[in-house]
């Protein structure tokens, strides 16, 4: 069981799904979510080609009440990304840059540092994702990693992709197990998701050519799960790819969890196109998304949440998404340029008093968590204090 989930959430669901009437064509996906028999392939599609949302949609939401009632969690962190530097040049991705861009950075260890000082006092996590460096081995992250834990010893560090994890192993010359071992003895605490798009090689070939392969992903989070790295896994959705592959990426995630239980978080979020990426993809529409969360709940009986990142979803689709499955609308983010320079417009300066009003909004108890979620509380705001009335000497 999951921190934070009901005891017993299976015989919960059971239950709630009995006590309503569904449509005769959900009977068999019913019947599979009432005893814990995961959904197939052909479910998943089947739910895809529905016409019926708003059923998928509240089955979604039993499955994610069973677990943690009306519960959906947040949490208080900062973005900082150490490089926009990247080797590779993957389609879809607006933040990249060659070396000698103009707009081209990398924070060194002291400007890393500096920057997360700005935020050190209200989070407590640091979220750092970037470029596949040229230079940067092992070495510069285990040093940054030190001196982060080092100035701010109580800020989890979730860190570097699958695919950075790869990159940094082979400039260093070591495997994937020794480097996540380094790292994570640096103070490394565990692996963002991201880089997973779909794992489907035929479209990783199209969309990010030279990316780690679909089974390169899944090694590379398998590994961290055996040395007790906990990660998140993600799927970029709405580029190329069909249904099947969408379902089937589901499906390896979800088998990959049976034998390690090492993903906490599957964080599904659309392609946000422009002109000039992948000039064939269209925006996902908002009931889309909903969809994708949605069949994500009911596919990932396995992963106990489900996060609408608010960064690219934005404020209003994330707060629906808490009524279609999703328990998580992860953080205050404060500082994030990857979504937005891909077009996101999702507000930064959300304190947790937003984030909670955003929760609540949907109907929800806001909670806040710590990075693994071994740590959470009801967030309740505290009163303002009252404005005092200025008294103005009106002539009248
Ligand atoms: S998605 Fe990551 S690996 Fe691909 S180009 Fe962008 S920064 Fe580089």
Redesign the pocket.
């Known amino acids: 069981m999951a921190a934070g989930e009901n005891v017993n959430w299976q015989s919960r669901l059971s239950d709630m799904l009995s006590a309503h009437s569904w449509p005769e064509n959900f009977d068999n996906i019913v019947e599979k979510l009432s005893t814990g028999i995961p959904l197939s392939l052909d479910d998943g599609v089947g739910l895809f080609k529905s016409n019926d949302l708003e059923t998928i949609g509240k089955i979604a939401n039993l499955v994610k009440e069973s677990r943690f009632s009306n519960k959906a969690f947040f949490n208080v962190n900062v973005h900082i990304n150490q490089t ?1 530097i ?5 389609k ?5 840059r060659g070396r000698r861009a103009k707009d081209a950075y990398q924070l060194e260890i002291d400007d890393y540092v500096e920057d997360l000082r700005k935020y050190s006092a209200h989070v407590d996590e640091v979220h750092s ?4 460096h040229p230079e940067w081995t092992v070495d510069h992250y285990s040093k940054l990693f030190t001196t982060v834990k080092r100035e701010f010893p109580s800020i989890h560090i979730k860190a570097l ?1 699958a ?2 994890v790869k ?1 940094i192993a082979s400039l260093s010359n070591l495997t994937i197990k020794e480097t996540l071992i380094q790292l994570r003895d640096s103070g490394l605490g565990s692996l963002p998701g ?2 997973a798009e779909i794992l489907d090689d035929g479209v990783r070939e199209i969309i ?1 050519r ?2 780690e392969s679909s089974s390169e992903y899944l090694d590379i989070h398998k590994t961290a799960h055996e040395l007790g790295i906990p990660t998140n896994c993600t799927m970029l959705f709405g580029t190329i790819e069909s249904n099947e592959q969408r379902v089937a990426h589901m499906i390896k995630i979800r088998e990959l969890q049976n034998s390690t239980n090492g993903f906490q978080c599957f964080v599904p979020y659309p392609f946000l196109p422009d002109d000039s990426r992948l000039p064939e993809a269209q925006l996902a529409t908002g009931s889309e998304v909903l969809r994708v969360i949605a069949i994500s709940r009911l596919m990932l009986n396995n992963i106990p949440h489900i996060k609408a990142y608010r960064m690219n979803l934005g404020d209003n689709i994330a707060e629906l998404a808490l009524q279609f499955g999703a328990d998580d609308i992860d953080g205050t983010v404060q500082k994030e340029s ?1 979504m937005h320079l891909a077009g996101s417009n999702a507000p930064l300066d959300h304190d947790k008093v937003m984030l909670a009003k955003l929760v609540t909004n949907a109907g929800c108890v806001p909670m806040q968590r710590d990075t693994v979620y071994s740590r959470f509380e009801e967030f309740i705001p505290k009163p303002q204090p009252k404005r005092r009335t200025l008294k103005m000497a009106v002539d009248d």
Do not use: S
């Not at 990247?86 to 993957?90: D, E, I, P, Q, Y």
């Not at 879809?92 to 990249?96: E, G, L, T």
């Not at 994702?129 to 596949?132: E, N």
């Open positions: 926009n990247c080797t590779l040049a993957c879809f991705c607006a933040f990249r994702v970037g470029g596949l992709t695919v950075e990159h991201g880089g990010c030279g990316k990857i």
